[in-house]
C-alpha cells in the first residue's frame, strides 16, 4: 500500500466540491458564490464548485484549465456570444467591523432583500451569479438561445497580469475563446462600458552630481533639474476623445516621484514615474511618442503597458445588446480584460450588477435587484 | 574570591593604556593615534592613552569626562586660547585595499616620510598629535607660553549632535572652557578657516486627494502641485554675503522628495527636503524667514538647524593668530564645532593640517610636513 503523497497538486488529490444550485434566485447564489472564499491563488474550492454545477447542464461542453473554466453551447447558431467573469477576489478587509467580508450578510435581515455585502459583492460574484444562472437556465422548457454563448470563468485576475487565468486560456484553447462579442460581467451599474482606455507607465529620470550640500556648487542637483518635467505634467490640459462614439477622458499623471539619499548631500538622481491612461484611437507605441513629445529634452524609458480597446459598438451583436439594455452606452476609463477580447478581435463591453467604486472596499456590496435585473436583460437579449 | 564583574561598564575595569611618547616626531605621533582604533563610541582606548601620556605634563590641570578630556594650564595670562579636537573617527571603510584604514601606512616604506595613511589621518588625528606635541613641549627648556592654553579633547564628533562630547563638556564643565580665543585642529590645509555657515533644514508638504489613476479628476496630484516649490528652488540664485571680511557662499537645495503610494494612484501627498547653508549674518530664524519668503503659499515646517559662527577675525588674539599664519584666512563653508565656541561667546576658526575633502573617503591621508607645519606655526604663535 503506498502512502498519499501530500505534496502532489491538489488537483490530483481528491476534493468535495460544494453544491452550488443554479436554480435559486440569482441574488441568493450571489450569497452563496461569496460565501466559498476564493481569494486569488485560492479559487480552487470555487472553481471546484461551479464546475460541479455546470456538469448538470449536458447541453455545455466544458474545459477546466487550473481554475479557469470553459462552457460552451454548440448549437450552430450564425453568432456566438462570450460571457466572462472572474472567480477570485482581492483579500478580505483587515479592519473590524468591515462588512466585505466572508461570509455574505443581508442587513435586511431577509435573505434575497435589500443589499447584500461581502467581499465579491461588486467585484464580481454577482456578475459570476449572473452567468451561472444563465448557463443553467438556457435550455429550460425546451427553449434555447438564439445565439451559441461561451461562459468563462477565470482566476487570477485581481493580480499581476502575467498570471492572468484568462490570458493562460488566450495561450492554451484560444480556438476555444472565438466569438462576435464579448461581455464581460464587471460591475457597471446595469449600463453598458464600451472598451477601455489604455495604460502605460514611464520613469523620467535626471542625473546630478552629487556633493556635500555645504558645498552645493561642487555638485549639480539632480531634483532641481526635475522640476520642468513636474512643471509640464501640471501644466498639462488631459483631452477627451470620441472613439466610436463613445467620450474618453483621458488622464496623464506623476503617480511616484523620488530623489535624494541624504539630508546633507546634492542629490545626483531623480526618479518620476508617470502613468498615461490614453484613448483607444491610439496605440500603446502612439501614447508614448505623445509624452515623449511632452517631456522632450528628459531621459524617459517606458516601463509597462497595455492597449486600450475600441468600444466597437457599431458591430451588429454589439449593437443589438446596446438596444436591448435600452440605456446609452457609456466609455470605460480603467483598463479592464476587455482589452483580451480586443487584441484576439472580438468587440467587447463590461455590463454587470453593482457600483465598480465599491470593488476592493471594505464596504463591498451589491443590490439584490440589480443581479436581477442583471440577469434579466441578458436573458431577454440571448433568448430574443 | 568574587569573580570578576564582566557585564560592569568598562569604565570600571583596569585598562592598561596605550602608551603614546609625545615627544617624537610629530608625524610619527599621528600614526601611533591612528593605530589606536577610536571609531565613535569607541574611543575609551585612545582618550585613556591620551589621559596617561598628558598626565606626565605636571603644568597641566586635567578633567576626565566620559571619553573628553581637558587639559588646562595656569600661568595667569592675560589671554587664554583653546586649541580643541576630537578623538573619533568615522568607521573603517569597507572596501578591499582601502588605505584609509588601522593601522596607518607609511607607501615611502619610511615612516615619517611623505604621506601617511589611515583612517583619521586627515580628520583629525594629524590635528589631535599637533594639541598633544605642543601641550608636552610648552614648557620644555624653561620656555613658558606668553597665553594660557586650554586642550580639549573629545568624544562623538561625526555623530549625532546630541551625542557631542563637546556639547558634553559644556554643559558639565563650562566654567573650564572660557578662553579669549579657540582654534579647531579639523583639517584646512593649513590656512586659517574663520566661522562657519548655519544649516537649517526643512520639509515643503503638498496634499492632494488620492483617486484611481484610471480616474485621475476624481482626485488631485500632490506631486504637480510640488512643481513650483521644485521651479523656485530651482530658479533661486544662491548669495555670497560678506561677513567679518570673509566671503560666506550660501546655498540652498531640495536634498531628498518623495511622493506618492503606487502606480495607479494620484499622490496624495509629496514631501520635498530642503537644506539651506546661510552665512553667519543671520540668526537661523532669519534663515528660516528668508526660505519661508521664497516658498510663500507652501506648508513649510523647520525640522533642524544649527546656527553658524560669524569668524570674529577682528579680535586681537584671532588677529594675532592670523597674523602667525601669514596666508589670507578663508571662510568655512561646512557647519563645525567652530560655532559651538561662538554659542558661548568665543571666537573661533578651523585651522590644521590636512585636505577637508579627504576627510570621511576610503584614502584619507595628510603630509608629514603638512602636520610638522602646522606644529611649528602654533608653538611660535604661543611662544612668541
Known sequence: MTAPDLNAPTTTRPRAAAHLDLRQDVALLTAALIDIYSVSGAEAELADAVEHALRTVPQLELVRDGDSIIARTNLGRAERVILAGHLDTVPLPTTEGSLGTVPSYWPSGAPGEGILYGRGATDMKGG??????????????????????????????????????????????????????????????GTVEGGCNGTIRFEATTVGEAAHSARAWMGSNAIHAAAPILARLAAYEPRTITVDGLDYRESLNAVKVNGGTAGNVIPDRCVVEINYRFAPDKTPDQAEQHVRDLLDGFDVVRTDSAAGARPGLNHPAAASFVAAVGAAPKPKYGWTDVARFSELGIPAVNFGPGDALLAHKDNEHVQADAVRECLRVLRSWLTA
Not at 468563462?152 to 484560444?174: C, M, Q, T, W
Not at 476555444?176 to 451599474?189: K, N, S, V
Request: net charge negative.
Open 128 to 189: 459570476v451569479a449572473v452567468q451561472l444562472a444563465l448557463a443553467a437556465g438556457l435550455f429550460d422548457g425546451g427553449a434555447e438561445p438564439d445565439k451559441d454563448v461561451t461562459f468563462v470563468f477565470y482566476d487570477h485576475e485581481e493580480v499581476e497580469a502575467v498570471k492572468s487565468g484568462l490570458g493562460r486560456l488566450v495561450r492554451n484553447h484560444g480556438s476555444l475563446l472565438g466569438g462576435d462579442f464579448a461581455i464581460l460581467l464587471e460591475p457597471t451599474d
